[in-house]
């Protein structure tokens, strides 16, 4: 090797040795950004892609129930009760029609099935006793999945859009409590369509972000124009209708893949509720696309640094003479010294020409100054690498904690609910998640405004944490929905004995900014038992479960899921 160095000019050395450097740092870098930017980059686009879907999902199950409360609200409206002619009942859905125009149609149907009023007296005198929303609403207030508007696809006026509707309907009921007719209302699906225009930013859109809702049956109710009401079947999909959430990388069936985000809709408890799964996907190329340009840039950089540095050393080494060997002997001499870890000898000053004497005294005081360099640098690094894990830690403590009450989110609920069935296990002694969901928010909200609703909450939070021991842990899920964690319990009854005590305090009125208010809580008690599996998603669901029951049952209660 030295002897074909040794044949070479001393400028196409220092090119070759400047280019290899470059390659060198530049492969390293390449490595670094691959190792942490774009794991990084992926993970934070799949936090964004989950976060959306749980928007979406919390968007869907709002509208379906202002829907059903809707329909038991005009259900017993005493024009549709008790209206003495058509007119009356017409004026009174038309009426809420205005309100919600989302709503294309309202009407009202006989027991023998023919329309008696409706809103624009559109289907008045036709049977619809053969309709699904007809025959369900008999027997209570349900929700008819999406489909195509079959009798007022002429009727009501053309749209770019093709006609789709999700039905609403419930009994109508007389002075003795019988059925005497079927309030239906048919929800325009341009709502959804609406709402996912809103969460998609024109930000997202530019990077290819798409929200996907799908029926139960794998049937594509809104998404990108191709797809609509075909059928597709993802991992994704099998996931959230499972009921679960989060965010994977998949291939879908085009071939591409994706980054997607998961969750379902309503309960399967709940008629009045449809189980949809809400896919948000962004292609992975799209959501890379920041570090993949960032490592072009870094190749194309790196190329100019090599060709200008290239350059630079062959105009050097041309201007080099023989003094250049003995300065080259006296850094070989040197090197050799600090990699065998020996003190190094000074460099001798090299006479010749100008820059060689120059740098002959530049290279002894850079012997000089080098480990006092290294050791800046070394405590220049630590200092770095104190910042960075401290910030780490900063951020990692807002991934866990609810930005508006402070209380530890659903990410930290998650994290610490193994952590406490393995201590029931340890220990012995069962511990208990109770599922609160506040009764009377929606009102709270509507009335004194969203500001006042928040502080609701806040103070709500804070009631649950002064109602149970400092071990026990107190969590907000999302909306009015939180988590109580006890643990060390002597058995079903202490727990029961604490969500009876959390629910009179929360029974006591609440000073808000401006007002005084009294809401309550539903509380579902699941028990998890020393010897029990450790599964948290049924846990979480016994709890859930035992909430609905309560609030089917009349709200403001305790109510005990059964053991496994």
Known sequence: MGGFFAK???????????????ALT?????VLVNHFAVRQAREEAQLRLQQLSWQMRDSLNRVIERTTGDTRLLAELPQV????????????????????????????AGLDGKVIASTGRMLEGA??????????????VHVTDYHPALLLEKILPRKPDPWRFVDASGPILGADGKPVGVLGMHMSWEWARRHARKLLTPALREYGAEILVVRDDGVVLLGPASMIESKVDTTSLRLAQKGMTGA?????????????????????LDPASLRWSVLVRQTE???????????????????????ALAGAAAMMARRLTRPMAALREAIERTTEATRAGREAPPIPRVDGFLETRILSDKMRDLVHSETAHRQALLAMNGRLEAAVAERTAELQAMLLRDALTGLPNRRALLLALPEAMSRARRVGRPCALLFLDMDGFKA????????????LLRRFGERLLLGVRKTDMVARLAGDEFVVVLEMLADAADAEETACKLLERLKEPFL???????????????????????????????????MYAVKRSGKNGVALAASL
């Not at 008790?82 to 809420?96: G, M, P, Q, T």
């Not at 709270?444 to 502080?455: L, Q, R, S």
């Open 285 to 307: 190329e799209r959501a890379l696309a920041g570090t993949v340009d960032l490592k072009r840039r870094m190749l194309g950089w790196s190329a100019l640094l090599a060709l």
């Open 444 to 455: 709270v909200n509507d009335t004194y405004g969203h500001e006042e609703g928040d502080e």
């Open 512 to 546: 808000l900014h401006g007002a005084s208010v009294a809401v309550g809580a539903s509380i579902g008690i699941a028990l998890h038992r020393p010897d029990d599996l450790p599964d948290v998603d049924a846990w979480v669901a016994r709890a859930d479960h035992a």
């Open 127 to 140: 049977n619809v006793g053969k309709r699904p929303w007809f025959t369900a609403g008999m027997h209570g």
């Open 26 to 30: 530049v492969a390293l870098q390449l």
């Open 8 to 22: 070479m000019r001393l400028s196409s050395v220092m090119t070759l040795a400047v280019c290899a450097t470059v």
């Open 81 to 108: 009760r008790y209206a003495k002619n058509a007119d009356d009942s017409r004026a009174a859905l038309e009426s809420l029609q205005r309100t919600f125009p989302d709503y294309a149609w309202i009407g009202i």
């Open 248 to 268: 994977l990388r998949e291939v879908w069936p085009d071939g591409r893949a994706y980054l997607t985000g998961y969750s379902q809709t309503g309960d399967v």
